[in-house]
Structure formats: structure tokens, C-alpha cells
């Protein structure tokens, strides 16, 4: 085995001041101090200013190394400028750094970096966007879940257990989830979001109120505009607001399935993107006021977002190739 290397300390540098002062070569210094010569040559060359007869040569020595080291290794988060200046303007769009880094490939194949990158490159060098992140946080942590089990019941209701499992398995357009997010008035408007499965392209409406009418009218005219290959089913909640599901198989044609009370996960996609929503209006927003240019602004942001999921292309673009096809 080999001698361990290590460290010149503070003592061992005085020695060596001591030594070159005392008019010793880099062979005798190395030997009194059984070290190799190159380590001896390296250090008066990098660390020992040219004036010996400093009082604080040893001291200035060791400082300088100290500081050396702590830099070692240490190169910037991202490659580039233009990386930079891109992580920049997608993280006020409110990419995440996966979307970020998944869509700079596509775009730029000869510029690659990856999530971790830009989070180091965020909490390291560019604070000032993490108000730009999902989470908002200013330290990273890891995610949790809890889940609940009772709730009330919707007539005639198809459990998502009945489901067919190619709309689980996402193989085919036209199998789309909803949900309402609440304003901060208890009786004021809320948004009705509808999500398809396969290519996470999605759907905002106002609900002035949250009623099963108010719910029933917006489904059906936001689906009557797509050919009946593109509204096959609807995944819903246990809500109050979709008590009337039946008026909307019959007008639309759309088998509707419920999931298990409290169980939010078994309509995962809708949730996720009612959670990209809340990064615009955030929690305790009343929607009274939204218009219909910011929902449609709101729909367009997010449809041209791009999804790992998908490859890192948009929703739309996702859905204009089942169009297509």
C-alpha cells in the first residue's frame, strides 16, 4: 500500500518559511520534513509570497491554500450563458427544471443539462427565481401523501373500478378527468377544469356558482365542440356539482366513472393540473373577477407547456397529433 497523503498544515508551513529564510533548498526542506520534493516546490511556488522577510509569511501561506481549497472543484452550475439565459425565461413561464432541461434538448440537441443541474443552479447562484417554483420553498424537501377513506355518494354513479383499462393504461385519446378548484368565498365562482388523460391537453370554465346545473351546462358546451372520438369518457369526484352526470352522458355521449371518496389520486391528471392553475391564482384567489381572456390565456400558457410525460412536446402539440392521426 501506498503512503496516505495529507494536508500541509499551519505548523508545517511555518517550518518551511523558517527554512526557505534559512537559505535550505526544496531537498533539504523535503527531507527534514519527509515530504516528496514536488510537494515542497509546489508549495513555496503557489502559496509563499516573493518577500521572505514577511512577518506573516506563514500565516499568508496557509490562508492562501485554505482558500484554494475551498474553490477546488467548484465550477459553475451551468455550462453556458445561453443555458442560463433559457433557465431564466422558462422559469418565469413556470417550467419546471425538468420540463426546462427535457425541452432544451429538444430544441437545442447540442446543449444538454438536467434537473438537478438547475435546481443546484437556483438555490445556489439564482435565488431570486425560486419564487418561480411550484413550491415556492426555499430549501428542497421531499413531497408526502395521505389518504382518507369515506364520503358521500353520487345517484347512479359507475365506480372507476368498472373503468376498462385501456383508459388506465392511457392508450387511446379521449378519456378526460374534472374537477372544480374553489374560489375564497364559500358561495362565489369556481373554475371547472377538464383534463384529457393521454395528452394532458385541458379545458378551463367559470362556474358562477358551484352547482350541479352550472357544472352540467359548461361540460357539455365545452365538449359539444369535439367529434365524439375525442370525448369518449369523464372521470369525476364525489361533488355535489356532478350530481347531474347522466344529463351529460345523454347529450354527449361520454360514459362518466366515479372515483372512491377521498380519493383524489384516481384522478391524478385533473389534480395536477389544477395545481399548475393554483401557481397563477394561488389558494384564497376569488374568481368573481376572473374574465373569459384570462381563462383563455391561462388554457393557452398551459397548453404550450411542455410534459415529461409526452416527451417534453406540449399538450397541444400532443393533441393536434391524435387529431391527425
Not at 60 to 70: L, M, P, S
Not at 129 to 137: D, P, Q, T
Not at 157 to 170: F, N, V
Amino acid at each position: 500500500m501506498g503512503t496516505k497523503y495529507s494536508q500541509l498544515t499551519l505548523e508545517d508551513r511555518t517550518i518551511i518559511g523558517t527554512l526557505v529564510k534559512g537559505g535550505l533548498s526544496v531537498r533539504e526542506i523535503a527531507k527534514e520534513l519527509c515530504r516528496a520534493r514536488s510537494t515542497i516546490s509546489r508549495e513555496i511556488r503557489r502559496n509563499f509570497p516573493k518577500d521572505l522577510q514577511s512577518d506573516h509569511l506563514a500565516k499568508t501561506a496557509h490562508e492562501r491554500a485554505e482558500k484554494r481549497k475551498c474553490t477546488l472543484h467548484k465550477r459553475p452550475r451551468l455550462k453556458n450563458n445561453f443555458i442560463r439565459s433559457y433557465v431564466d425565461e422558462k422559469i418565469r413561464l413556470g417550467w419546471s427544471p425538468e420540463q426546462i432541461a427535457g425541452r432544451l434538448q429538444l430544441e437545442h440537441p447540442e446543449l444538454t443539462t438536467n434537473h438537478e443541474s438547475i435546481y443546484r443552479y437556483l438555490y445556489s447562484e439564482a435565488r431570486h427565481l425560486l419564487a418561480y417554483l411550484s413550491r415556492r420553498r426555499k430549501r428542497r424537501q421531499r413531497r408526502t401523501f395521505t389518504q382518507k377513506g369515506r364520503g358521500r355518494r353520487i345517484p347512479e354513479a359507475t365506480p372507476i373500478t368498472l373503468r376498462p383499462p385501456e383508459i388506465k393504461d392511457r392508450n387511446e385519446v379521449g378519456h378526460w378527468e374534472a374537477d372544480t378548484a374553489y374560489s375564497s368565498s364559500p358561495t362565489g365562482a369556481v373554475l371547472l377544469v377538464m383534463t384529457e388523460r393521454k395528452c394532458r391537453y385541458l379545458k378551463v370554465s367559470k362556474l358562477k356558482q358551484r352547482t350541479a346545473t352550472d357544472a352540467r351546462r359548461a361540460l357539455i358546451r365545452r365538449f359539444r365542440v369535439l367529434p365524439p372520438n375525442l370525448r369518449k369518457t369523464l372521470t369525476l369526484d364525489n361533488g355535489t356539482e356532478n350530481a347531474q352526470h347522466r344529463s351529460v352522458h345523454r347529450s354527449l355521449g361520454m360514459q362518466t366513472y366515479f372515483c372512491r371518496p377521498y380519493a383524489s389520486y384516481e384522478k391524478g391528471t385533473v389534480e395536477n393540473s389544477i395545481g399548475l392553475i393554483r401557481r397563477i391564482f394561488p389558494k384564497g384567489t376569488s374568481f368573481d373577477n376572473v374574465s373569459f381572456q384570462q381563462l383563455r390565456t391561462l388554457e393557452q400558457l398551459l397548453n404550450h407547456r411542455p410534459r415529461k410525460c409526452l416527451n417534453f412536446l406540449t399538450p397541444h402539440e400532443a393533441f393536434i397529433n391524435e387529431c391527425c392521426t
